[in-house]
T-cell receptor, first 114, second 113 residues
Framework: DTGVSQDPRHKITKRGQNVTFRCDPISEHNRLYWYRQTLGQGPEFLTYFQNEAQLEKSRLLSDRFSAERPKGSFSTLEIQRTEQGDSAMYLC????????????FGPGTRLTVL | AQSVTQLGSHVSVSEGALVLLRCNYSSSVPPYLFWYVQYPNQGLQLLLKYTTGATLVKGINGFEAEFKKSETSFHLTKPSAHMSDAAEYFCAVSERSSYKLIFGSGTRLLVRP
């Protein structure tokens, strides 16, 4: 039973550096989502893909953030010129296009910007 | 805009006691409703969901939730708390016209021996 996987699990970087995270969804899932979770808060939606098309982006997703899902399978989330405020847990989830939007989450990537 | 309110950022119960975690949503049109649990440094695991049909929904680990349209609520209960239930619980909604989940701020459940 392979669930959603994310890599790396932890990332420490210095302010101003670029970072990239990877998410591998459950294999038959067409939809893939990115969320950000800060300490003591619930996850906040960032963006989602259906196959390779990015269909919705939150206004939380500044110009420094870009997400791709080039072949409709894995996805990457890149943050350019990181800031201390970017420190958070970045969660990936996937779901089928049928059903009731039941999303399955990965373990997350914890980003610390020094 | 849709919002989710979880009353009580921390709830403490004794082992064996009733667990009640509260969730209210703002939409006038019943959305899809979910409860997720998060253990430290892990992702979220789905406990249960309400989509259509029966308003009392049973989930994993003995949890259940009741959808009450008149109260716009979806409270989570468990008759008898176990030490392993200690975790953070998130209520989430998804509008039927959208695919993103909107989460509450979470309730941390503490279980006292």
């Amino acid at each position: 039973d392979t669930g959603v996987s994310q890599d790396p699990r932890h990332k420490i970087t210095k302010r101003g550096q670029n970072v990239t995270f990877r998410c591998d969804p459950i294999s038959e899932h067409n939809r893939l989502y990115w969320y950000r979770q800060t300490l003591g808060q619930g996850p906040e939606f960032l963006t989602y893909f259906q196959n390779e098309a990015q269909l919705e982006k939150s206004r939380l997703l500044s110009d420094r953030f870009s997400a791709e899902r080039p072949k409709g399978s894995f996805s990457t989330l890149e943050i350019q010129r990181t800031e201390q405020g970017d420190s958070a847990m970045y969660l990936c989830a996937s779901s089928l296009t049928t059903g009731f939007n039941e999303q399955f989450f990965g373990p997350g990537t914890r980003l610390t910007v020094l | 805009a849709q919002s989710v309110t979880q009353l009580g950022s921390h709830v403490s119960v004794s082992e064996g006691a009733l667990v009640l975690l509260r969730c209210n949503y703002s939409s006038s049109v019943p959305p899809y409703l979910f409860w997720y649990v998060q253990y430290p440094n892990q992702g979220l695991q789905l406990l249960l969901k309400y989509t259509t049909g029966a308003t009392l929904v049973k989930g994993i680990n003995g949890f259940e939730a009741e959808f009450k349209k008149s109260e716009t609520s979806f409270h989570l209960t468990k008759p008898s708390a176990h030490m392993s239930d200690a975790a953070e619980y998130f209520c989430a909604v998804s509008e039927r016209s959208s695919y993103k989940l909107i989460f509450g701020s979470g309730t941390r459940l503490l279980v006292r021996p």
